[in-house]
């Protein structure tokens, strides 16, 4: 396993090309120091004419923890763009990174994606089937589809504005936060509804809706005939 970084100047910068079917992911950020975590290789482009490769880094390190990119920007630009281009890049973790905007929609093969605590108002995960844990707590987000999610095993969405969150597709989902939302009573009686329902052999699943506009009145009956209990975890993962 290796990790090679490279550090070139402008005039000197020779990007190799990047093939037609490979995978692509951007993001844009205000800070000038940036870092982030992924498994799998990929080119990162930080949009200031400096590249960074990373070869081969198709599982955690040696500590058990994704390998660490990071870049720090010279430049005055209010907003930098940044974009990530493999083929196998499965796990990205953008946590806590002031990111205005994330693009996945370019990268099929993501299956696990951790955004929480930025500024994103959107997430188009329609083209993302293969997504089996989503951490995107503590953003702006007023709606979120994961119909296309069908893979989708742990959902943590807590602290944005949501009004509504169908989960009918989600029949592998079995650990879900939707806390500190604006879902009423009646939405969050509708997305009990929409939980898969798991048999009574198998351990429960669990949920955690704090904080919401419609915790006191809304009926976790439903929830907890399908097997599903109210639980306190973290929601920042």
Known sequence: MSYKKFKMNKEDLNITSVEADSKVMTMTTHRRNVKFYIVGAATVNWGDGLEIETQNLQS??????????????????????????????WYLECRKKSLRTLDVSGNSALKILKCSINSLTTLDLRNNAALEELYCSKNGL???????????????????????????????????????????????????????????????????????????ECDVKIARKKRWYSTIFFWFK
């Open 142 to 216: 007023a709606a979120l589809d994961v119909s296309a999610n069908t893979a989708l095993c742990i959902l943590y969405c807590g602290m944005n504005d949501l009004t509504a969150l169908d989960l009918s597709s989600n029949t592998a989902l079995y650990s879900l936060d939707c806390s500190k939302n604006k879902l009423t009573a009646d939405a969050l009686n509708d997305m009990f509804e929409t939980l898969p329902e798991f048999d009574a052999n198998l351990p429960s699943r669990d949920f955690q809706i704090t904080d919401n506009p419609g915790q006191k």
């Open 60 to 89: 955690f390190n040696r500590d058990g923890k994704p390998y660490r990119v990071h870049h720090n920007y010279q430049d005055n630009e209010n907003v930098h763009t940044i974009t990530i281009t493999g083929e196998n890049v």
